[in-house]
């Protein structure tokens, strides 16, 4: 998950990439940052410019599992486009980091002003979090799956 084509410009026309960019401002984290803890209030989401964050997911009882490492072009946060706008993971950086940060509330208004931009947005990103929930699936049964389980039935 660390390829421009999957981060929210990569599949975005010219223009409404150039709309949005400028809602951006740049940011800085340095390694070991926490950027937002799942269950709290999704209001920003980042495009990476370098740098790699983990994402995990709260497990009772347990460590926190890793479920993806993002990288340079890839979108940190999904959870600001959909209600109630909640984290559903957590995300920490592994190295420092820079990006472009977007108000949540800023690219909504501009996605309802524009319905064909609204689209896209939306569209793009459903299928970061379809390509994303797939992994984290796959992740899941690596670390809590049984064993050399035989599921032939």
Not at 8 to 34: I, M
Not at 70 to 82: H, K, M, Q, R, Y
Not at 108 to 114: F, G, Q, T, V, Y
């Amino acid at each position: 998950m660390t390829t421009t084509t999957r981060g929210l410009f990569g599949a975005l026309p010219p223009q409404a990439r150039e709309r949005l960019t400028e809602l951006g401002r740049d940011v800085s984290f340095p390694a070991g940052t926490r950027v937002f803890e799942e269950g709290h209030r999704a209001d920003r989401f980042w495009v990476i410019g370098s740098g790699s964050v983990a994402l995990d997911l709260h497990v009772p009882g347990r460590q926190a599992a890793q479920v993806g490492t993002l990288g340079p072009g890839d979108l940190l946060g999904c959870s600001w486009l959909f209600a109630p706008y909640i984290w559903h993971l957590g995300a920490q950086t592994r190295t420092p980091v820079t990006a472009e940060e977007y108000d949540a509330e800023a690219v909504r208004s501009l996605c309802e002003a524009d319905p064909v931009l609204g689209y896209a947005v939306t569209r793009r990103v459903a299928e970061i979090v379809t390509h994303r929930l797939q992994g984290t699936r796959t992740r899941l049964l690596e670390l809590y799956g049984p064993q050399g389980s035989d599921d032939r039935r």
